[in-house]
Every structure is written in structure tokens, then in C-alpha cells.
């Protein structure tokens, strides 16, 4: 049973336009949900979060938006860079008793910004 | 400067035999854990462990084993029973409460490969 998807493996983009990157839960116990991104044979590296009583949180050229209702939330990248480049993966965390710290992790979006 | 180490970078071994992967932070966080990523998969939780000498398993934790004796230390062993055992393997860590707390740092990744 997979809590969180991200239903789109790759997404192409030209540098300069906007990359949208989306996730879907299943999950309403979910209390934050953060976004990584990964270079191959690299650890992730944390890029943006959102609260669930929030529904933007934006930092530079990265915001995330939330909708509660539809248990979906993006990840918007303006302008997209080809440093960009990288899986991106969409994750959440519960709050139910002893998994307080546990991240459930998306099987991530493979982006490629083209110059 | 802080962060966290696994190492080695590249690993292999014989079917049959057990390994352990080395992972050590100076962060000074509470919480550390194991996971495992394999093509077109998110990552995946083994074992996790909030506090020095208690663990708790993950989503996938047969055929591995962990120990925490110290705080900045947290090896995974895998073992043979693990009938996979092939995968890229990232340690992360975090701090359990104040700032950050949501947010888990992850280190480079151990590519483990069992012939």
C-alpha cells in the first residue's frame, strides 16, 4: 500500500520555464511533507517543506504547494535550471505514537531541465 | 565541518556472506536510520533508532541487523538471509526536537553488490 505517489517517473523541461513537480497521499495522519532531491550515486539532499496547517511555503525559486482536500501537493521550480537535473522525491511524516520520525518517501520524478 | 560519513563508497561480497555497512555522524542527533533504494524505487525504510541501544525495524527489515552503541554510530549488518541484498544503501540522521527536527540529512550511500 503505497501512502505516497508520485505518479509522473520523468518530466522534460526547457531551462528558464517552469517545472511541476506532483505528489499524492493517502494518508490524512500526515503532518509534514518535504521534498528532496537526488544525484545519482549521491545521498538526498532536503530542498523545501510544508506544514499541513499551511498551504504555500516558498524559498527562492522553489514553492510548494498543498491542498489538504485533495491530499495533493506540488513542487513548482521558476525559472528551471539544468542544474536542476535530478530525481525529485516527495516525502511525508506521521504522527501517529513511535513513528513520530518516520518519513514515508515517493518513488521519486526524474527531471531534466534541457538547455 | 559536520555531517555524515558511510563508507566504503562501493562494496562487494560473496553470496552467503554477511556485511556490515559503517555509518557515524557528528550532528549530534538523536535519531538515525537505514534505507535502502533500488531502480525506480523511493527509498525504503530498514531499521530506525531514536535513542542510544533501542532500534526499531522499518518497512523491510528481514535478513538485516543493526546495533546502537554510541550515538554517532548506527552499522548495519546485512546478512545472508536478506535474499536482495544488491541496492544502494543511505544512512540519515536527525534531530528529534527544536528546529529541524522534520528534516532528515542523509549521507552519501554505500553501493553494495552481492554475486
Known amino acids: 500500500d503505497q501512502q505516497v505517489k508520485q505518479n509522473s517517473p520523468s518530466l522534460s523541461v526547457q531551462e528558464g520555464r517552469i517545472s511541476i513537480l506532483n505528489c499524492d497521499y493517502t494518508?490524512?495522519?500526515?503532518?509534514?511533507f518535504l521534498w528532496y532531491k537526488k544525484y545519482p550515486a549521491e545521498g538526498p539532499t532536503f530542498l523545501i517543506s510544508i506544514s499541513s496547517i499551511k498551504d504555500k511555503n516558498e524559498d527562492g525559486r522553489f514553492t510548494v504547494f498543498l491542498n489538504k482536500s485533495a491530499k495533493h501537493l506540488s513542487l513548482h521550480i521558476v525559472p528551471s535550471q539544468p542544474g536542476d537535473s535530478a530525481v525529485y522525491f516527495c516525502?511525508?511524516?506521521?504522527?501517529?505514537?513511535?513513528?513520530?520520525?518516520?518519513?514515508?518517501f515517493g518513488k521519486g520524478t526524474l527531471l531534466t531541465v534541457n538547455p | 565541518d559536520g555531517g555524515i560519513t558511510q563508507s566504503p563508497k562501493y562494496l562487494f561480497r560473496k553470496e552467503g556472506q554477511n556485511v556490515t555497512l559503517s555509518c557515524e555522524q557528528n550532528?549530534?542527533?538523536?535519531?538515525m536510520y537505514w534505507y535502502r533504494q533500488d531502480p525506480g524505487q523511493g527509498l525504503r525504510l530498514i531499521y530506525y533508532?531514536?535513542?542510544?541501544?533501542?532500534?526499531q525495524k522499518g518497512d523491510i527489515a528481514e535478513g538485516y541487523s543493526v546495533s546502537r552503541e554510541k550515538k554517532e554510530s548506527f552499522p548495519l549488518t546485512v546478512t545472508s538471509a536478506q535474499k536482495n541484498p544488491t541496492a544502494f544503501y543511505l544512512c540519515a540522521s536527525s534531530p528529534l526536537a527544536g528546529k529541524g527536527s522534520y528534516e532528515q540529512y542523509f549521507g552519501p550511500g554505500t553501493r553494495l553488490t552481492v554475486t
Open positions: 494518508n490524512s495522519m500526515f503532518d509534514y
Open positions: 533508532s531514536q535513542i542510544v541501544n533501542d532500534f
Open positions: 550532528l549530534n542527533h538523536d535519531a
Open positions: 516525502a511525508a511524516r506521521g504522527t501517529r505514537g513511535g513513528s513520530n520520525y518516520k518519513l514515508t
